[in-house]
């Protein structure tokens, strides 16, 4: 199902406004800066966690996040201003623990993953072919993708997720629990 005989899952939450997803953050002043990054290192056979990782980043274009974002991820500022590093540091961490492992994210966190190194003048330091799509693994087993978001797949298989969502990193063990009814 997974590529290698470990892999990693993984998500993210970036800096959001009411309606900023539907205008695509093209709003006066809106981007997409990472705020939080979560992923597990699971085994690709038995979808077993093996490892984890969560890191809050500290936008610096927008470094004060929207009520609406809190609201949205439970993230609040003082988290992000008390744990929260800078986004260079963060993408060294970051590559640190996705090593060479292929990499899976519910649609294309990677992309914003490339923003965010445009907007703070940093080489992308990751292979761009370790990155995959799981929503191919979902719709190879019948499940309309679309209808779904990370922390909700597991509504396909008629479950509620067991940890709260917009969280990257238990949107993370989400998806491996999506996986884990399909491997079933």
Same mark, same amino acid.
Request: hydrophobic share 40%; net charge negative.
């Given at each position: ?49 093996? /490892?984890?990782?969560? *890191? &809050?980043?500290?936008?610096? =274009?927008?470094? !004060?996040?929207?009520?609406?974002? $809190? ?61 995959? /799509?799981?929503?191919? *693994? &979902?719709?190879?087993?019948? =499940?309309?993708? !679309?209808?779904?978001?990370?922390? $909700? ?32």
């Amino acid at each position: 199902m997974l590529k290698g005989s470990k892999a990693i899952i993984w998500d993210s939450e970036f800096t959001a406004w009411e309606g900023s997803m539907f205008r695509n953050w093209s709003g006066e002043g809106e981007h997409r800066e990472l705020v939080q990054i979560g992923a597990i290192l699971v085994d690709s056979e038995t979808l077993d966690e093996l /490892d984890n990782f969560l *890191i &809050f980043i500290k936008p610096t =274009i927008n470094p !004060v996040v929207s009520k609406y974002f $809190t609201d949205l991820t439970g993230i609040s500022q003082e988290q992000i201003d008390s744990q929260g590093v800078y986004f260079a540091k963060a993408m060294s961490l970051l590559k640190d623990f996705f090593n060479d492992f292929t990499c899976y994210s519910y649609g294309s966190d990677e992309r914003v993953l490339e923003e965010n190194c445009v907007m703070n003048e940093i080489s992308f330091p990751f292979d761009q072919g370790k990155f995959e /799509d799981v929503r191919k *693994i &979902f719709q190879t087993a019948g =499940i309309d993708t !679309v209808r779904y978001q990370s922390g $909700t797949i597991v509504k396909a298989f008629g479950k509620e997720p067991r940890v709260r969502g917009h969280d990257a990193l238990n949107d993370a063990r989400i998806i491996a629990d999506g996986l884990r009814f399909i491997k079933k």
